[in-house]
Nanobody, 115 residues
Framework: QVQLVESGGGLVQAGGSLRLSCAAS????????MNWYRQVPGKQREWVAT???????GYADSVKGRFSISRDKDNNSVYLQMTSLKPEDTAVYYC?????????WGRGTQVTVSS
C-alpha cells in the first residue's frame, strides 16, 4: 500500500509564492508518475502538473510558466513550486502517484490566494 501526505498549503496574497510538498511511503514501484491536481468545491478535480520517473514534466496551460514540479527520488517526494499566484489558483491541491495498476491519492492541502 502507498500513502501520500501533502503539506505546504496556506494563505498567500496574490503575486506571492508557495511550495507544496508530497511525501510518499510504502511499497512504491520505481516506474511511476507523480502528479498534482487541484479542486474547487462544486467543480471537477483539475490536473495541474506531472513528473515522470524519467523526470519529464507537463503542465496545465493555466499554470505553465508560473508553477514548477520537481521530485526527490531518494526521499520519494514531489514538490510544486508556485509563483505569481492568482486568486483563481485557490483550491485544495492533491498529490497523486500513478503506477501501471493503480493510482494513489493524498488527502490534499488547502491553498488560498487573496486579492
Amino acid at each position: 500500500q502507498v500513502q501520500l501526505v501533502e503539506s505546504g498549503g496556506g494563505l498567500v496574497q496574490a503575486g506571492g509564492s508557495l511550495r507544496l510538498s508530497c511525501a510518499a511511503s510504502g511499497s512504491i514501484p520505481s516506474h511511476n508518475t507523480m502528479n498534482w491536481y487541484r479542486q474547487v468545491p462544486g467543480k471537477q478535480r483539475e490536473w495541474v502538473a506531472t513528473i515522470t520517473s524519467g523526470d519529464d514534466t507537463g503542465y496545465a496551460d493555466s499554470v505553465k510558466g508560473r508553477f514548477s514540479i520537481s521530485r526527490d527520488k531518494d526521499n520519494n517526494s514531489v514538490y510544486l513550486q508556485m509563483t505569481s499566484l492568482k486568486p483563481e489558483d485557490t483550491a485544495v491541491y492533491y498529490c497523486s502517484l500513478r503506477v501501471i495498476t493503480s493510482t494513489y491519492w493524498g488527502r490534499g492541502t488547502q491553498v488560498t490566494v487573496s486579492s
